[in-house]
């Protein structure tokens, strides 16, 4: 199966986020649109502005203190950065798409601010919550609402109607992060090489 494109991929997103009242408040694609997409569901919570190079400082300040991190996630960087602490210097001082954040920016996120992100993509939803359980955890009202977009892109998502219940994404372990990330890449080698073998007129 083909992988859809970015374009392809934000039309159906936003079809699902529309069909439980939900749509995409777009931020800038500057690098470090995963920090503005939690600083704002910070600010829309809190009624306190968040700037995201704070949400960044505090991930990163957290993600060097606390060694399970690197436990967890050098299996999963160890192929593009060659060891996790190296992941961590490119992605805390890099530029462009040199410091786009992901899983494990997110992970670290959750137990930074004792909050559950509920993460939409275009095919599937899912949580992640942090080490420590907390009653704001609990509730599905108070989760913070992030869109993923293709090409490491995220944006913060809003009510069309404050009033509607949203129905609450399946639960994601954090154990399982590293081997969804690894069938992750496998698929889209296995949809590079389909393309690539289809261009070639060998099949």
């Avoid at 992941?87 to 930074?112: M, N, Q, T």
């Avoid at 993923?148 to 995220?154: A, D, K, P, S």
């Avoid at 998502?157 to 890449?185: H, Q, Y």
């Avoid at 496998?186 to 393309?195: K, T």
Wanted: hydrophobic share 35%.
């Amino acid at each position: 199966q083909k992988r859809l494109s970015r374009h392809g991929e934000m039309v159906k997103l936003d079809s699902r986020l529309q069909e439980v009242g939900l749509m995409r408040f777009l931020i800038p694609g500057d690098g470090d649109c995963l920090y503005g997409a939690l600083a704002h569901q910070l600010t829309l919570r809190s009624q306190k502005t968040a700037q995201p190079q704070d949400v960044k400082r505090r991930i990163f300040t957290r993600m060097k203190q606390e060694p399970s991190y690197k436990e967890l996630f050098e299996p999963e960087v160890q192929m593009d950065f060659g060891s996790f602490d190296e992941y961590v210097r490119i992605k805390e001082h890099g530029r462009g798409s040199e410091a786009w954040g992901g899983l494990p920016e997110l992970v670290v996120f959750c137990d930074e601010y004792r909050k559950k992100v509920s993460l939409f993509m275009h095919n599937t939803s899912y949580s992640v919550t942090p080490s420590t359980t907390t009653p704001d955890v609990k509730d599905p009202k108070k989760a913070l609402l992030v869109a993923y977009v293709g090409q490491n892109h995220f944006d913060s998502i809003v009510p069309l109607d404050p009033s509607k219940k949203m129905k609450e994404p399946r639960g994601f372990s954090r154990t399982l992060a590293v081997e969804t990330a690894e069938a992750m890449m496998q698929e889209s080698l296995q949809v590079e090489l389909f393309d690539d073998t289809c261009i070639s007129g060998i099949v």
